[in-house]
């Protein structure tokens, strides 16, 4: 299966070398040159194209299968909508007018558009509620990638993710020093998403369909915070209600979403398609993380002996 990833940044690069590893062909697209360096290293194949950019997009070979991971970087709403509604509609016209258009096509989502759900249980079918600019945008690119691949042909696909974490990114000083607001956390590991998408492309899904990737036990915030503090034999952190966070008054409009949006996410549909997870919870996701930390804490205690 010959499969190109757009947006080939954390989650891509990983997801290329899994599918190389699983003999499968796998062309990274970044529009930067450095992007470009970054999949050559992952060792496997580099194409430099804009996935807002029709006649740029026209470099990429025919594949089997096209995973649509870019992102906006994290900024505004307008920019968003240039990369998941505008770019995507150019990415799937793109590959579907070809003579030899891929089967199927996945979009990377976010479990952002649920919005508030007090705390209960969310699943693939819960009805989406976005309550910022930003995650209507995202669910108006959600309906893009169920309904428009159908047009061509191509069998879309959601992959609706959950808090993303994995090397380089687990923020395990923020929590360790606090203080920590109350609320869930939805995670799900880098690998665990890369290798769960392989996983969905060389599974006969329905079209327009929509799985949620997240891991086994959404945890409390202060939960989790005790058990790193613990595991790194450090004093627990200072803790807060949300009410006492936002009275601070300090916070940007994603900040104070990700406060005001709490729920837990369910990953049955994923398990019921007979995925399994590398690191099923967050004690195995963590684990190499706390052991280099606590490498590093002793190695700083033997200079000072």
Known sequence: MDVAILGCGYVGLELGRQLTASGHRAIGVRRSESGQHEIEEASFEAVRADVTDADELA?????????????????????????????????IEA????????????????????????????????????????????AEAERIAREL?????IAGTVARLAGIYGPGRTRIERYLEGP???????????????????????????RDDVVLFVDD??????????????ECDVERPA???????????????????????????????????????AYPTYREGYRDEIEARRGETDAHRGETE
Request: with cysteine.
């Open 59 to 91: 470099n990429i070979p025919d594949v089997d299968a096209v995973v649509f991971a870019a992102s906006s970087g994290g900024r505004d709403a307008e920019a968003a909508r240039e990369v998941y509604v505008e770019g995507l509609r150019s990415a």
């Open 149 to 153: 691949p159908s047009e061509y042909g």
């Open 217 to 230: 036990e959404p945890v409390s915030k202060w939960t989790f915070a005790d058990w790193l503090a613990d």
């Open 239 to 277: 803790k807060q209600t949300v009410e006492e966070r936002l009275a601070e008054d300090d916070l940007s409009e994603r900040a104070t979403r990700r406060l005001t949006t709490s729920k837990r996410c369910s990953n049955a549909k994923l398990r019921e398609l007979g995925y399994e997870f």
């Open 95 to 138: 590959f579907g007018s070809r003579e030899s258009p891929p089967e199927r096509f996945v979009y990377t989502s976010s479990t952002g558009v649920y919005g508030d759900h007090g705390g209960d249980w969310v699943d693939e079918e819960t009805p989406l509620d976005p309550t910022t600019e930003k995650t209507e945008v995202l």
């Open 180 to 206: 920590v607001t109350e609320g869930y956390l939805n995670m799900v590991h880098r690998d665990d998403i890369a290798d769960g998408i392989r996983f969905l492309l060389e599974q006969d899904l329905a």
